[in-house]
């Protein structure tokens, strides 16, 4: 299993930034997939989660913390193999190393992970 995320960088309050993880080494379309953070001494972070697959045509679910939800969008290429993150209207508190890692919600913390991504809000 391996997960490789890029897109992080430095930005100002108020900017966008769009993280990308690509992943190989099991079935992507049948693996929900998170995004998680974390700052120095603290926990990791749920931030979204997208589910494997759509049904009858519909988006996969996607799910948000309350503090990213309508600023963020998780989405999903699974002819690529890749789970993207974009950040819209960021907040130096969303300053963190951002992790893609394979599972849902409700197994994040446990889950394979990639190296992470720091992405930092200043002005």
């Known amino acids: 299993v391996q997960l490789v995320e890029s897109g992080g960088g430095s930005v100002q309050p108020g900017g966008s930034l769009t993280l990308s993880c690509a992943v190989s080494?099991?079935?992507?379309?049948?693996?929900?997939m998170t995004w998680a953070r974390q700052t120095p001494g603290q926990g990791l972070e749920w931030v979204s989660s997208?589910?494997?697959?759509?049904?009858?045509?519909?988006?996969?679910?996607?799910l948000y913390a309350d503090s990213v939800k309508g600023r963020f969008t998780i989405s999903r290429d699974n002819s690529k193999n890749i789970v993207y993150l974009q950040m819209n209207s960021l907040k130096s508190e969303d300053t963190a190393v951002y992790y893609c890692?394979?599972?849902?919600?409700?197994?994040?913390?446990?889950?394979?992970r990639g190296q992470g991504t720091q992405v930092t809000v200043s002005s």
């Open positions: 890692i394979k599972g849902g919600s409700n197994t994040f913390s446990t889950g394979p």
């Open positions: 080494g099991f079935t992507f379309s049948l693996s929900a």
């Open positions: 997208i589910g494997s697959f759509s049904v009858g045509g519909l988006s996969a679910t996607k």
